[in-house]
């Protein structure tokens, strides 16, 4: 089954509002060299430490989150973003019911 992304060119929502707390974590567009995801979290989720192999961004696009990286926990409110290398373990935590979109740069493959 293949999962709808957005076209290049395509208007995605990314604020949810009203829609926030009946929405999903869901992949909004993919393409070869990056990945666009929404993370819906309610209040008191957290995602446990990882790391992902391309640069990402991390911007609170609802809500507030408190994100753990590079020996500190940063809060992040709606409208603040932050950058993190490739392969920086990250934690992230719902403060409150909150939207994140994180830009991932995938890695180009020799």
Excluded: F, N
Aim: aromatic residues 0%.
């Amino acid at each position: 089954m293949s999962i709808p992304h957005a076209k290049p060119g395509e208007v995605i929502q990314l604020p949810l509002g009203a829609a926030l707390s009946s929405s999903k974590t869901m992949t909004l567009a993919k393409t070869a060299d990056m990945e666009l995801i929404r993370l819906v979290l309610p209040a008191g989720k957290d995602i446990a430490s990882h790391k992902v192999a391309g640069e990402i961004t991390v911007q609170c696009l609802e809500g507030r989150v408190a994100l753990t990286a590079a020996g500190k926990t940063q809060d992040l409110a709606a409208g603040q973003s932050l950058c993190l290398a490739a392969g920086e373990p990250h934690a992230l935590q719902a403060i409150e019911e909150s939207s994140v979109l994180v830009t991932i740069l995938l890695p180009k493959h020799k």
